[in-house]
T-cell receptor, first 112, second 115 residues
Protein backbone atom coordinates (compact mmCIF):
# COMPACT_ATOMS: atom_id res chain seq x y z
CA UNK A 1 0.00 0.00 0.00
CA UNK A 2 1.16 3.50 -0.81
CA UNK A 3 2.38 5.35 2.26
CA UNK A 4 1.43 8.74 3.66
CA UNK A 5 3.36 10.95 6.07
CA UNK A 6 1.66 13.33 8.47
CA UNK A 7 2.86 15.39 11.43
CA UNK A 8 2.17 13.66 14.72
CA UNK A 9 0.35 16.65 16.17
CA UNK A 10 -0.81 20.17 15.45
CA UNK A 11 -2.41 22.89 17.50
CA UNK A 12 -4.89 25.57 16.55
CA UNK A 13 -7.03 28.22 18.13
CA UNK A 14 -10.79 28.21 17.93
CA UNK A 15 -12.27 30.15 15.00
CA UNK A 16 -8.95 30.12 13.10
CA UNK A 17 -8.19 28.15 9.92
CA UNK A 18 -6.22 24.92 10.17
CA UNK A 19 -4.06 23.43 7.44
CA UNK A 20 -3.26 19.75 7.95
CA UNK A 21 -0.52 18.54 5.58
CA UNK A 22 0.01 15.07 4.12
CA UNK A 23 2.87 13.81 1.98
CA UNK A 24 2.33 10.90 -0.37
CA UNK A 25 5.29 10.92 -2.74
CA UNK A 26 4.68 7.35 -3.97
CA UNK A 27 1.06 7.92 -4.95
CA UNK A 28 -0.04 6.18 -8.13
CA UNK A 29 -2.31 7.54 -10.80
CA UNK A 30 -5.30 5.50 -9.61
CA UNK A 31 -5.03 6.44 -5.93
CA UNK A 32 -7.58 8.79 -4.47
CA UNK A 33 -6.64 10.88 -1.43
CA UNK A 34 -9.08 10.33 1.40
CA UNK A 35 -9.30 12.00 4.78
CA UNK A 36 -10.99 10.54 7.82
CA UNK A 37 -11.01 11.81 11.36
CA UNK A 38 -11.59 10.16 14.70
CA UNK A 39 -13.17 12.13 17.49
CA UNK A 40 -12.49 10.98 21.05
CA UNK A 41 -14.26 7.73 21.95
CA UNK A 42 -15.81 7.41 18.49
CA UNK A 43 -15.15 5.49 15.31
CA UNK A 44 -13.46 7.15 12.35
CA UNK A 45 -15.57 9.50 10.25
CA UNK A 46 -15.22 10.26 6.54
CA UNK A 47 -14.27 13.87 5.87
CA UNK A 48 -13.44 14.38 2.19
CA UNK A 49 -11.64 12.86 -0.78
CA UNK A 50 -10.16 13.93 -4.11
CA UNK A 51 -8.11 12.80 -7.07
CA UNK A 52 -6.51 15.78 -8.78
CA UNK A 53 -8.64 18.87 -8.32
CA UNK A 54 -9.26 20.74 -5.11
CA UNK A 55 -12.49 19.74 -3.39
CA UNK A 56 -14.86 21.46 -1.00
CA UNK A 57 -17.66 20.09 1.15
CA UNK A 58 -19.54 21.20 4.23
CA UNK A 59 -16.85 19.89 6.55
CA UNK A 60 -13.59 20.92 4.91
CA UNK A 61 -11.59 21.66 1.79
CA UNK A 62 -8.92 19.51 0.22
CA UNK A 63 -6.06 21.12 -1.68
CA UNK A 64 -4.04 18.73 -3.85
CA UNK A 65 -0.61 19.64 -5.20
CA UNK A 66 -0.23 19.66 -8.95
CA UNK A 67 2.14 16.69 -8.86
CA UNK A 68 -0.17 14.94 -6.37
CA UNK A 69 2.72 14.16 -4.05
CA UNK A 70 1.14 16.11 -1.24
CA UNK A 71 -2.20 17.44 -0.10
CA UNK A 72 -3.62 19.68 2.60
CA UNK A 73 -6.87 19.35 4.50
CA UNK A 74 -8.23 22.76 5.37
CA UNK A 75 -10.65 23.44 8.18
CA UNK A 76 -11.76 27.00 7.55
CA UNK A 77 -12.77 27.84 11.10
CA UNK A 78 -11.73 25.35 13.72
CA UNK A 79 -14.15 24.62 16.53
CA UNK A 80 -13.59 22.67 19.73
CA UNK A 81 -15.54 19.85 18.14
CA UNK A 82 -12.85 19.53 15.45
CA UNK A 83 -10.32 18.25 17.97
CA UNK A 84 -9.57 14.77 16.67
CA UNK A 85 -7.01 12.55 14.98
CA UNK A 86 -6.99 13.22 11.24
CA UNK A 87 -5.94 10.47 8.87
CA UNK A 88 -4.78 10.92 5.30
CA UNK A 89 -5.35 7.67 3.39
CA UNK A 90 -4.58 6.67 -0.18
CA UNK A 91 -7.42 4.68 -1.65
CA UNK A 92 -7.02 2.56 -4.75
CA UNK A 93 -10.02 3.20 -6.94
CA UNK A 94 -9.83 0.06 -9.05
CA UNK A 95 -11.36 -3.30 -8.21
CA UNK A 96 -13.80 -3.99 -5.40
CA UNK A 97 -11.44 -3.87 -2.44
CA UNK A 98 -12.32 -0.89 -0.33
CA UNK A 99 -10.17 -1.52 2.73
CA UNK A 100 -8.73 1.54 4.41
CA UNK A 101 -5.10 1.58 5.55
CA UNK A 102 -4.76 3.89 8.53
CA UNK A 103 -1.47 5.43 9.58
CA UNK A 104 -0.76 7.25 12.83
CA UNK A 105 -2.57 10.41 11.72
CA UNK A 106 -2.29 13.94 13.08
CA UNK A 107 -3.68 14.74 16.51
CA UNK A 108 -5.30 18.16 16.24
CA UNK A 109 -5.74 20.15 19.43
CA UNK A 110 -8.04 23.16 19.32
CA UNK A 111 -7.56 25.78 21.99
CA UNK A 112 -10.52 27.90 23.15
CA UNK B 1 -30.99 7.06 9.04
CA UNK B 2 -29.63 5.05 11.95
CA UNK B 3 -25.87 4.68 12.06
CA UNK B 4 -23.73 1.60 12.46
CA UNK B 5 -24.32 0.03 15.83
CA UNK B 6 -22.08 -2.34 17.73
CA UNK B 7 -22.73 -4.54 20.72
CA UNK B 8 -21.47 -4.72 23.37
CA UNK B 9 -19.74 -1.41 23.87
CA UNK B 10 -17.31 -3.01 26.29
CA UNK B 11 -16.47 -6.61 27.10
CA UNK B 12 -14.12 -7.95 29.74
CA UNK B 13 -13.26 -11.64 29.55
CA UNK B 14 -10.59 -13.96 30.80
CA UNK B 15 -7.94 -15.49 28.63
CA UNK B 16 -9.24 -18.66 27.03
CA UNK B 17 -12.88 -17.60 27.02
CA UNK B 18 -14.99 -16.89 23.97
CA UNK B 19 -16.45 -13.54 23.00
CA UNK B 20 -18.81 -12.62 20.19
CA UNK B 21 -19.05 -9.07 18.91
CA UNK B 22 -21.99 -7.92 16.87
CA UNK B 23 -22.30 -5.24 14.24
CA UNK B 24 -25.47 -3.90 12.64
CA UNK B 25 -24.63 -1.90 9.52
CA UNK B 26 -26.66 0.93 8.06
CA UNK B 27 -29.72 -0.49 6.36
CA UNK B 28 -29.09 -1.15 2.68
CA UNK B 29 -25.31 -1.14 2.94
CA UNK B 30 -23.97 -4.24 1.24
CA UNK B 31 -20.35 -3.66 2.25
CA UNK B 32 -19.40 -4.43 5.83
CA UNK B 33 -15.92 -4.19 7.31
CA UNK B 34 -14.20 -5.08 10.55
CA UNK B 35 -11.16 -3.19 11.82
CA UNK B 36 -9.37 -3.19 15.14
CA UNK B 37 -6.92 -1.10 17.09
CA UNK B 38 -4.80 -2.92 19.60
CA UNK B 39 -3.02 -0.98 22.33
CA UNK B 40 -0.64 1.65 20.98
CA UNK B 41 -1.03 0.52 17.38
CA UNK B 42 -2.77 1.85 14.33
CA UNK B 43 -6.25 0.87 13.20
CA UNK B 44 -5.91 -2.28 11.12
CA UNK B 45 -8.27 -3.81 8.60
CA UNK B 46 -9.53 -7.31 9.42
CA UNK B 47 -12.01 -8.25 6.71
CA UNK B 48 -14.62 -7.11 4.24
CA UNK B 49 -18.02 -8.62 3.44
CA UNK B 50 -20.07 -7.93 0.36
CA UNK B 51 -23.52 -9.02 1.41
CA UNK B 52 -22.94 -12.45 2.96
CA UNK B 53 -19.71 -13.22 1.10
CA UNK B 54 -16.21 -12.57 2.36
CA UNK B 55 -14.56 -10.31 -0.19
CA UNK B 56 -11.25 -9.92 1.62
CA UNK B 57 -10.17 -11.53 4.86
CA UNK B 58 -6.48 -10.84 4.49
CA UNK B 59 -6.32 -8.94 7.79
CA UNK B 60 -7.67 -11.70 10.03
CA UNK B 61 -4.82 -12.42 12.46
CA UNK B 62 -5.33 -16.15 12.91
CA UNK B 63 -7.92 -18.92 13.01
CA UNK B 64 -9.10 -17.93 16.46
CA UNK B 65 -11.14 -15.23 14.76
CA UNK B 66 -14.32 -16.12 12.90
CA UNK B 67 -16.52 -13.58 11.17
CA UNK B 68 -19.96 -14.31 9.79
CA UNK B 69 -22.67 -12.35 8.06
CA UNK B 70 -25.56 -14.71 7.56
CA UNK B 71 -28.29 -13.27 5.36
CA UNK B 72 -26.17 -10.29 4.48
CA UNK B 73 -27.45 -8.12 7.32
CA UNK B 74 -25.73 -8.00 10.69
CA UNK B 75 -22.31 -9.51 11.29
CA UNK B 76 -20.64 -11.24 14.20
CA UNK B 77 -16.97 -11.55 15.03
CA UNK B 78 -16.13 -14.39 17.37
CA UNK B 79 -12.83 -14.76 19.15
CA UNK B 80 -12.23 -18.26 20.49
CA UNK B 81 -10.19 -18.72 22.60
CA UNK B 82 -9.31 -15.15 23.46
CA UNK B 83 -5.69 -14.24 24.17
CA UNK B 84 -4.26 -11.23 25.99
CA UNK B 85 -3.03 -9.69 22.73
CA UNK B 86 -6.60 -9.59 21.41
CA UNK B 87 -7.38 -6.69 23.73
CA UNK B 88 -8.26 -3.53 21.85
CA UNK B 89 -11.10 -1.70 20.16
CA UNK B 90 -12.96 -3.46 17.37
CA UNK B 91 -14.66 -1.24 14.84
CA UNK B 92 -17.27 -2.15 12.31
CA UNK B 93 -17.99 -0.04 9.25
CA UNK B 94 -20.39 -0.23 6.33
CA UNK B 95 -20.73 1.37 2.93
CA UNK B 96 -22.99 1.28 -0.09
CA UNK B 97 -22.40 -1.22 -2.86
CA UNK B 98 -22.11 1.34 -5.61
CA UNK B 99 -21.71 5.05 -5.99
CA UNK B 100 -20.13 6.18 -2.75
CA UNK B 101 -18.90 2.73 -1.80
CA UNK B 102 -15.61 4.27 -0.67
CA UNK B 103 -17.32 6.31 2.08
CA UNK B 104 -17.30 4.07 5.09
CA UNK B 105 -19.48 4.74 8.10
CA UNK B 106 -17.98 3.49 11.34
CA UNK B 107 -19.63 2.33 14.50
CA UNK B 108 -18.46 3.48 17.94
CA UNK B 109 -16.47 0.31 18.48
CA UNK B 110 -16.39 -2.49 21.03
CA UNK B 111 -13.65 -2.27 23.60
CA UNK B 112 -12.44 -5.79 24.36
CA UNK B 113 -10.32 -6.42 27.43
CA UNK B 114 -8.81 -9.86 27.90
CA UNK B 115 -7.40 -10.47 31.38
Amino acid sequence: DAKTTQPNSMESNEEEPVHLPCNHSTISGTDYIHWYRQLPSQGPEYVIHGLTSNVNNRMASLAIAEDRKSSTLILHRATLRDAAVYYCILFYSGGSNYKLTFGKGTLLTVNP
Amino acid sequence: EAGVTQFPSHSVIEKGQTVTLRCDPISGHDNLYWYRRVMGKEIKFLLHFVKESKQDESGMPNNRFLAERTGGTYSTLKVQPAELEDSGVYFCASSRETGKAYEQYFGPGTRLTVT
